[in-house]
């Protein structure tokens, strides 16, 4: 027995130390140096990257410009955000669970994959460009680029924050309060204004940091989106470092950190606040209202079916188009003849298959390093209080507030030439530095969803198991990982979605190995041939397809062990 312990915690010195090596060489180290690329270029402190990107006109207006895109896509995300959450819970509307189906499509439509299907609905070459051409022959084909395309994006594929948190708040909600004031003739549309907006106050604040955090880093949208002369710090990050600018790069990647930061901590002390959405002992549930102006009943039923529309377009074009021919993909403002032809490419041509394949690979090995590094890591951190516990939590999470932007840079200028820290090698170019960094971003959302679940799990159980003189290995495997199963696979499904379609870190350390999906669908927005718009439509659906497998098999595999333990 004392030889056992004793192999278990070598085993676990061994884990704790190499999950520190990671942190240090993967994280604090490439941070690090991103303010030595930033402020001590050749060893030497120096200004002249903060002088010429406060004297570039470019640089100026991308931060202008992403200021000026966060703070309407706070606006525009809560009014489209509430509008579906009120007509979903509050008022009486026909065919709202259909509404329902079409306003969560951004919890598995996200990404670069629902930019590409916006492209392909308004862009120069999309299904609503062409039927406006029919009947607007002289107007702009390229109407749909910069600043509004960005805010158009981002108000329609962020507004997953508002079906998850905000409906769940407004269900919280005492109705008989607002029961009450209809009692007095408040209408129903007044009463939500009045009554239910500000006892939602606190989750939404909550949830416009999130949409604040996302649209400060969006990259994928203004990439694609933002046409030749539109800029975002992200974008413009890019482009430095396309040019060779790795100090101004740097240190604009450290502009948008601290605003990164800034914005988190206000976001955790809002948290702290907590919410006081009802007070009331015996609480009313919430029963919806029917609008009794018909004017406004029909205005709002107008609006939800137009917003359907906003929401459904984008999957539905975007299927349609992946199944029609090259010249129908042309010529047709929709479909007319169709083809499997793209799917057999797909499956057939190495060359179009790579991206996909690529994705799929890369996807599996990060989701599965990062899960075993995240299991340990809550495994520890909930075992045992300390300072190296400590260390370790806090270590974790510093990629949640850290811009994946901002990473990538710091990758590239810490491992662009040979490092002792990975044994001499240099990992700028090579096939794994893109699933090293997959690995970081994704666990402290691991370590976060795997630690609130250990939480919930009863301690006494794991106390008989000791008590009967079983293993830390045994008592996690037969005792532990039975119940922790449904989240796991949750967390694993979620975190595998991410990376199938993810973008930011994707377009900076990509190789000719090991292209992603994300680039392949950049490549594809950017493209004029049919054949490779054709191609990224049948990724779009492929991606959306694995997206829903993944995320109902999950859930089937973890509802199954959770019902047999």
């Known amino acids: 027995m004392s030889s ?61 410009s992403t200021i000026l895109v966060a703070i309407v896509t706070v606006v525009t995300v809560n009014v489209v955000g509430l509008f579906q959450v009120a007509v979903l819970e509050f008022f009486k509307v026909r065919l709202a669970p259909l509404l329902l189906l079409a306003f969560s499509t951004p919890l598995v439509f996200s990404s670069v994959a629902a930019v590409s299907g916006y492209n392909f609905v308004y862009s120069s070459h999309g299904f609503l460009t062409k039927v406006l051409l029919t009947i607007f022959p002289d107007m702009n084909p390229n109407w749909f680029t910069g600043a509004f395309a960005v805010i158009f994006v981002h108000t329609f ?11 769940a708040g407004l269900r919280q909600i005492d109705f008989s309060i607002v029961e009450a004031a209809q009692s007095l003739g408040v209408s129903p549309a007044r009463a939500f204004l009045k009554i239910v907006l500000p006892m939602l106050a606190p989750v939404l604040l909550a949830t416009s940091l999130l949409v604040l955090l996302g649209a400060l880093n969006s990259f994928a949208a203004p990439s694609m989106l933002g046409g030749r002369d539109f800029y975002m710090l992200s974008s413009m990050i890019q482009s430095l470092v396309s040019l060779g600018r790795t100090d101004m790069a740097a240190l604009l990647s450290l502009l948008l950190g601290a605003i990164s930061l800034m914005v988190f901590l206000w976001m955790k002390r809002i948290e702290r606040r907590g919410s006081t959405i009802s007070t009331s002992k015996t609480q009313s549930p919430l029963r919806k209202t029917e609008i009794r102006n018909r004017p406004l009943n029909l205005a709002v039923h107008v609006i939800a079916y137009l917003l359907f529309l906003i929401y459904t377009a984008p999957i539905l074009i975007t299927v349609a188009f992946s199944f029609a021919t090259t010249e129908s993909i042309v010529q047709d403002p929709f479909p007319t003849r169709f083809t499997l032809q793209h799917y057999t490419t797909v499956f057939s041509d190495p060359r179009a298959f790579g991206p996909l394949g690529n994705s799929l690979v890369l996807s599996c090995l990060a989701v599965s390093a990062a899960l075993a590094v995240s299991l340990f890591a809550a495994l520890r951190i909930r075992a045992s209080k300390g300072i190296v516990s400590d260390s370790l939590e806090f270590s974790l999470f510093i990629p949640w507030v850290l811009p994946s932007i901002m990473l990538a840079v710091g990758l590239i200028a810490a491992y662009g030439k040979p490092s002792m820290l990975i044994f001499g090698a240099s990992l700028v170019g090579t096939y794994w530095l893109l699933p090293i960094a997959y690995v970081i971003v994704i666990i402290p959302m691991m370590v976060r969803m795997l630690g609130a679940a250990l939480a919930g799990i009863d301690p006494n159980i794991d106390d008989a198991g000791r008590s009967l003189g079983a293993s830390g290995m045994y008592r996690f495997t037969r005792l532990t990982a ?75 595999l973890g509802s199954g062990r959770a019902g047999r333990t």
């Open 482 to 556: 039975p119940l922790l199963a449904p989240v796991i696979a949750l967390v694993a499904a979620i975190s595998f979605n991410e990376l199938l379609s993810e973008y930011t870190l994707s377009v900076f350390l990509y190789n000719i190995n090991n292209t992603p999906l994300g680039v392949a669908l950049q490549n594809a927005a950017r493209a004029d041939g049919p054949d490779q718009i054709a191609i990224s439509m049948v990724y779009v659906v492929l991606l959306l397809t694995f997206s829903l497998i993944v995320i109902l098999a999950s859930s089937r």
């Open 157 to 167: 594929t962020m507004t997953g924050y508002h079906i998850l948190f905000v409906r």
């Open 4 to 64: 056992t312990l004793c192999v278990g915690k070598i085993a676990r010195l061994i884990a704790l130390l190499a999950i520190g090596w990671m942190v240090i060489a993967f994280l604090f180290y490439p941070v690090v140096y991103v303010l030595l690329d930033a402020f001590f270029p050749n060893g030497q402190f120096s200004a002249g990257a903060i002088e010429r990107l406060t004297g570039s006109p470019r640089v100026t207006r991308s931060i202008w």
